[in-house]
């Protein structure tokens, strides 16, 4: 009989000690592999949750859905219609129209791209992530836009020559 107040620990068998060896072995091998299932589906959790970029066609449908973006986040006024309509008045879809014969233009300054803005009024109402070129038509939509809107509170505001 043991004494008291000793604890005597029972004899395992070999069996039962192979169950707790394999056990814990097995539950060894899987961690690592349990962690790197999780590891490698964090990333694309990641890139999932991230809105794809917005990709526009390269014509006056695309730009002026762009420039419609790009106004948003800048709180920039005006809409499709306002601005189709003025582009067509202005250049017909060219953004690569230039007016050499009226005023601006002899002074110097010809009116460019497919709102016809010249080149101070361009700087002065640029937008920044657009280009730095009044022929680029996201960035001349854009500025146009802008200096409409300072002048005439948005481009659906303006129905002539500005």
Same mark, same amino acid.
């Given at each position: 009989?043991?004494? #008291?107040?000793?604890?005597?620990?029972?004899?395992? #068998?070999? =069996?039962?000690? /192979?169950?707790?060896?394999?056990? #814990? /072995?097995?539950?060894?091998?899987?961690?690592?592999?349990?962690? !790197?299932? *999780?590891?490698?589906?964090?990333? !694309?959790?990641?890139?999932?949750?991230?809105?794809?970029?917005?990709? +526009?066609? %390269?014509?006056?449908? &695309?730009?002026?859905?762009?420039? =419609?973006?790009?106004?948003?986040?800048? &709180?920039?006024?005006?809409?499709?219609? /306002?601005?189709?309509?003025?582009?067509?008045?202005?250049?017909? &879809?060219?953004?690569?129209?230039? %007016?050499?014969? @009226?005023?601006? *233009?002899?002074?110097?300054?010809?009116?460019?791209? =497919?709102?016809?803005?010249?080149?101070? #009024?361009?700087?002065? +109402?640029?937008?920044? &992530?657009?280009?730095? @070129?009044? +022929?680029?038509?996201?960035?001349?939509?854009?500025?146009?836009?802008? +200096?409409?809107? !300072?002048?005439? /509170?948005?481009?659906?505001?303006?129905?002539?020559?500005?």
């Amino acid at each position: 009989m043991p004494a #008291t107040g000793t604890y005597r620990r029972r004899k395992s #068998t070999s =069996l039962t000690r /192979g169950f707790i060896a394999v056990g #814990t /072995g097995a539950a060894a091998l899987l961690l690592p592999l349990i962690g !790197a299932g *999780a590891a490698s589906a964090a990333p !694309a959790q990641s890139v999932s949750a991230a809105a794809p970029a917005a990709t +526009y066609a %390269n014509n006056l449908d &695309g730009w002026i859905k762009e420039s =419609l973006a790009v106004m948003a986040e800048h &709180g920039i006024p005006g809409s499709y219609d /306002g601005i189709h309509r003025n582009v067509m008045r202005e250049s017909s &879809g060219n953004p690569r129209a230039i %007016n050499n014969w @009226d005023s601006n *233009a002899a002074a110097g300054t010809p009116s460019k791209g =497919l709102l016809q803005i010249i080149d101070p #009024t361009f700087r002065a +109402y640029h937008v920044p &992530g657009t280009a730095m @070129d009044a +022929y680029d038509p996201v960035a001349n939509i854009t500025a146009a836009c802008n +200096y409409a809107a !300072a002048k005439y /509170g948005s481009i659906d505001n303006v129905f002539g020559a500005y």
